[in-house]
């Protein structure tokens, strides 16, 4: 019979698929996946987090998971073979006196904590950090948000004059958020919509990542992600102004056209990396967020740039970085240029001679 770490091996390998594939499928750490097929529990954090892990992972693999869950409760509770020779000796009354005593000890002392349980007032130990933590509350600036939150923590979506709030009200063995629409609970790795303005369509999708159920001081791992309807119901409610500059390009012929639309909105560029490589950013035309930025990205990082106007970047290998524009609903590839070779580009509005809008990539030298 396969071991729990065998099973999942095997599965991973008919299926082709790597720890870093899966750990982008699962939003779990590659060496938790590694851990897992190790048994290797003592890697983990706590054993909800191993339950939860291996859950997830068991569904990517398309395995039963029950069956998963009882292999590793089995490890669990097995127990090490008495030696024989103990077995054949003749057993002396003194260990039997000194094991009832130790027994009647174990007794009381669970007694006693039993009252002490029974007596503390339930979720005060989560009170007490929630203290300890200011609640934070955060604005949703891209179409896709993945971050941590904590009890208390809330999250601004904006359109146009109006903001829509979301906010993490309780962690058990389910998340709760207060939603515009209500109460909405999820469990671990669920998805749900949420019609943040009463029209009767989902507009944003909230997903439970990862949490410890009834552990608030891990908090949960949401990712939130605005719908292609509502984004572009806000980029349209967006007015964006163009300087003078870039109305007037010098030159649309070299350039590589992204959008083309009747009015400027504002977008995204976000990028996956799929090697080492530096980058540098820019945002154009707006004095609150001028200046550059520049990081040194590895395999599997990802970074979410949003813009009203145009974006600079710079890339010292155009291969290892993978780009997607998004905006107006759409979501469009971008392709830099080639294994090792450094770039450095604008990705800005337009306006053309029809008085169109044309969202350009425009290389620089």
């Given at each position: 019979?396969?071991?729990?770490?065998?099973?999942?091996?095997?599965?991973?390998?008919?299926?082709?698929?790597?720890?870093?594939?899966?750990?982008?499928?699962?939003?779990?750490?590659?060496?938790?996946?590694?851990?897992?097929?190790?048994?290797?529990?003592?890697?983990?954090?706590?054993?909800?987090?191993?339950?939860?892990?291996?859950?997830?992972?068991?569904?990517?693999?398309?395995?039963?998971?029950?069956?998963?869950?009882?292999?590793?409760?089995?490890?669990?509770?097995?127990?090490?073979?008495?030696?024989?020779?103990?077995?054949?000796?003749?057993?002396?009354?003194?260990?039997?006196?000194?094991v009832t005593v130790l027994v009647i000890l174990?007794?009381?002392?669970?007694?006693?904590?039993?009252?002490?349980?029974?007596?503390?007032?339930?979720?005060?130990?989560?009170?007490?950090?929630?203290?300890?933590?200011?609640?934070?509350?955060?604005?949703?600036?891209?179409?896709?948000?993945?971050?941590?939150?904590?009890?208390?923590?809330?999250?601004?979506?904006?359109?146009?004059?109006?903001?829509?709030?979301?906010?993490?009200?309780?962690?058990?063995?389910?998340?709760?958020?207060?939603?515009?629409?209500?109460?909405?609970?999820?469990?671990?790795?669920?998805?749900?919509?949420?019609?943040?303005?009463?029209?009767?369509?989902?507009?944003?999708?909230?997903?439970?990542?990862?949490?410890?159920?009834?552990?608030?001081?891990?908090?949960?791992?949401?990712?939130?992600?605005?719908?292609?309807?509502?984004?572009?119901?806000?980029?349209?409610?967006?007015?964006?102004?163009?300087?003078?500059?870039?109305?007037?390009?010098?030159?649309?012929?070299?350039?590589?056209?992204?959008?083309?639309?009747?009015?400027?909105?504002?977008?995204?560029?976000?990028?996956?990396?799929?090697?080492?490589?530096?980058?540098?950013?820019?945002?154009?035309?707006?004095?609150?967020?001028?200046?550059?930025?520049?990081?040194?990205?590895?395999?599997?990082?990802?970074?979410?740039?949003?813009?009203?106007?145009?974006?600079?970047?710079?890339?010292?290998?155009?291969?290892?970085?993978?780009?997607?524009?998004?905006?107006?609903?759409?979501?469009?590839?971008?392709?830099?240029?080639?294994?090792?070779?450094?770039?450095?580009?604008?990705?800005?509005?337009?306006?053309?001679?029809?008085?169109?809008?044309?969202?350009?990539?425009?290389?620089?030298?």
């Amino acid at each position: 019979m396969e071991s729990l770490g065998q099973k999942l091996k095997n599965a991973r390998e008919e299926k082709g698929l790597s720890f870093d594939e899966i750990s982008r499928e699962t939003n779990i750490a590659s060496r938790y996946l590694e851990a897992l097929e190790r048994e290797d529990f003592a890697a983990f954090p706590g054993e909800p987090y191993i339950l939860g892990f291996l859950r997830n992972y068991g569904e990517c693999l398309s395995l039963d998971v029950p069956e998963l869950l009882s292999l590793y409760r089995v490890l669990k509770i097995q127990e090490q073979p008495v030696p024989v020779d103990t077995l054949l000796k003749d057993p002396s009354p003194l260990p039997r006196i000194i094991v009832t005593v130790l027994v009647i000890l174990v007794l009381l002392g669970g007694i006693g904590t039993g009252v002490f349980f029974f007596l503390k007032r339930p979720g005060r130990e989560a009170s007490a950090a929630n203290v300890r933590r200011a609640p934070a509350e955060y604005t949703m600036n891209t179409e896709l948000l993945e971050r941590r939150f904590y009890i208390g923590d809330s999250l601004l979506v904006p359109l146009g004059e109006n903001q829509y709030k979301l906010e993490l009200s309780n962690l058990g063995d389910a998340l709760s958020i207060d939603t515009p629409g209500g109460l909405a609970m999820l469990d671990l790795g669920q998805e749900l919509s949420v019609d943040l303005n009463n029209d009767g369509n989902g507009d944003l999708s909230v997903t439970a990542a990862d949490f410890a159920k009834n552990d608030t001081a891990a908090g949960a791992l949401l990712r939130f992600q605005l719908s292609a309807a509502f984004q572009h119901e806000e980029a349209s409610a967006a007015v964006v102004s163009l300087p003078q500059e870039m109305v007037s390009p010098s030159n649309l012929s070299s350039s590589t056209v992204i959008f083309t639309a009747g009015s400027a909105y504002p977008f995204t560029l976000q990028t996956v990396f799929q090697g080492y490589c530096m980058f540098r950013w820019e945002i154009l035309y707006e004095r609150d967020r001028q200046g550059r930025n520049e990081q040194y990205f590895q395999r599997a990082n990802e970074l979410n740039i949003q813009a009203n106007n145009g974006i600079r970047i710079w890339v010292s290998n155009a291969q290892a970085a993978k780009i997607n524009v998004i905006g107006g609903g759409q979501t469009v590839p971008l392709e830099l240029g080639g294994a090792g070779e450094v770039v450095v580009a604008d990705v800005r509005w337009v306006r053309d001679e029809e008085n169109r809008y044309r969202l350009v990539m425009m290389r620089l030298e």
